[in-house]
């Protein structure tokens, strides 16, 4: 699964709605300090489900949303959507006709929040369940931040496990396996 396009509305700096498209290769993102560089990899991290809000550098939730500036009022409500290119047909059997596979996540000042799939809502565990043992997602191995190769080296044997497991494919039985032992 390879990410096509980004668009962000209301998320973090943000204000109005940008689309960041990714091209075939290598894409850079520069800029000076405070430009919203680092912002963009948040807004990759959330929409893909991530729901611990210190990963996206803030103190609660709320903080993703647009909150205002000198001269622009804060925005209701923080949307980002991430579009994959699925023409290899890589992602999980129940989205494997679609070449285009596009997961929405917009939070409201309110609290509320949705979740979508190609348009229609989901639950988050739809979205997890998505991303799981594709090697995408909020916290697998596709996002390696600064410090990652070393805490990958000093790991306990445990937690290396657990990332060769999600590169063996084996992550998304076990969290079924949990959740069914639950009920
Ligand atoms: P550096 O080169 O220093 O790493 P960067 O380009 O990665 O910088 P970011 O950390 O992405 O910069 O962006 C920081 C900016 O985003 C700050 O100016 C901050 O005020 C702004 N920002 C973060 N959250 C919000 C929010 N909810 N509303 C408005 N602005 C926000
Ligand atoms: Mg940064």
New binding site residues.
């Given amino acids: 699964m390879k990410i096509k396009r980004l668009d962000i509305f209301g998320f ?2 943000f204000v109005d709605k940008v689309s960041i498209e990714f091209e075939t290769g290598i894409t850079g993102i520069v ?10 990899l ?1 807004a990759i991290r959330w929409v893909m489900g991530e729901q611990n809000v210190r990963h996206l ?2 103190r609660m939730m709320e ?7 000198e001269t622009r009022k804060p925005t209701g409500l923080a949307e980002v959507s991430v579009i994959f290119d699925n023409s290899d047909g890589n992602c999980p059997a129940a989205y494997k006709d679609f070449a285009e596979i596009m997961v929405t996540r917009k939070l409201y000042r309110s609290g509320d929040s949705d979740y979508l799939i190609n348009k229609t809502p989901c639950r988050l565990l739809d979205i997890n369940e998505l991303f799981m043992d594709t090697g995408v997602g909020a916290r697998a191995y596709s996002i390696i931040e600064q410090g990652k190769v070393g805490a990958l080296v000093s790991a306990k044997p445990e937690e290396r496990r657990s990332l060769i497991e999600e590169v063996a494919g084996v992550t998304k039985y076990k969290s079924r396996k949990k959740s069914a032992l639950r009920k």
């Fill in positions: 973090k700096s800029g000076p300090n405070g430009c919203g560089k680092s912002n963009i948040d550098r803030g903080d993703v949303i647009f909150g205002g500036s």
